[in-house]
């Protein structure tokens, strides 16, 4: 199993900008953000497979980008124009196979960092 630790998640006011890290135990072929609002269920907000080209739910296309350093071990969001519907306390994920954005039977999972826009 791959460990995954998250950071940088934090309070931001609309319009404002965060990056999240996530830095893992093992390279994996793919990995993955995912957020959790209160209420509501797990959505998949980006994936990224190793060497290909990364997708994004629909949500945050255009607004967020995700990106691995594999020498560091370390996944990152970029997150831009930040809006209230943001906030949420978001989580990474690693597995051998990458999956549809909307499934989250990812075999390996962080403990989450918060991210409050406001």
């Known amino acids: 199993h791959v460990q995954l630790v998250e950071s940088g998640g934090g309070s931001v006011q609309p319009g404002g900008s965060l990056r999240l890290s996530c830095v893992y135990s093992v390279s994996v072929y793919c990995m993955a953000w995912f957020r959790q609002a209160p209420g509501k269920e797990r959505e998949g907000v980006a994936v990224?497979?190793?060497?290909?080209?990364?997708y994004y739910g629909d949500s945050v296309k255009g607004r967020f980008t995700i990106s691995r350093d594999n020498a560091k071990n370390t996944l990152y969001l970029q997150m831009n124009s930040l809006n209230p519907e943001d906030t949420a306390m978001y989580y990474c994920a690693a597995d051998r196979v990458c999956r549809p954005i909307w499934d989250e039977s990812w075999q390996d999972w962080g403990q989450g960092t918060q991210v409050t826009v406001s």
């Open positions: 990224i497979p190793t060497g290909s080209a990364a």
